[in-house]
């Protein structure tokens, strides 16, 4: 059962634009933490960006994204959708990775998540 599901992923030139979107659960996404990840070939899985849970709150919810992509992405959540999305800009040849979206059983964003999906491939060439 798939409860988390990416898309937006391909191939780009540098300096472009992707938007990685992920649906999820209701389940899963309802009240709960989002995030995204990478893992470039031969690396670590490394921490993109985060967003908690926002219950409608005039200040938006809160979230963190990595210091070597801040002001290039942006994370940000559709409750009614129960998707999240990373918006990339300026995209460099080191953004390339597989990129996974990935759901908390809490509602703030730092901290272990539990849900994974697929992962989407991001390539961005020079």
């Known amino acids: 059962q798939v409860q988390l599901l990416e898309s937006g992923g391909g191939l780009v030139q540098a300096g472009t634009s992707l938007r990685l979107s992920c649906t999820a659960s209701r389940r899963i996404f309802s009240g709960n933490a989002m995030g995204w990840f990478r893992q470039a070939p031969g690396k670590e899985r490394e921490f993109v960006a985060g967003i908690s849970w926002n219950d409608g709150s005039t200040y938006g919810a809160n979230s963190w994204v990595l210091n070597s992509v801040k002001g290039r992405f942006t994370i940000s959540r559709d409750n009614a959708k129960n998707a999240v999305y990373l918006q990339m800009n300026s995209l460099q040849p080191e953004d390339t990775a597989v990129y996974y979206c990935?759901?908390?059983?809490?509602?703030?964003?730092?901290?272990?998540?539990?849900?994974w999906g697929q992962g989407t491939q991001v390539t961005v060439s020079s």
């Open positions: 990935a759901a908390r059983d809490e509602s703030t964003w730092r901290g272990l998540y539990s849900y």
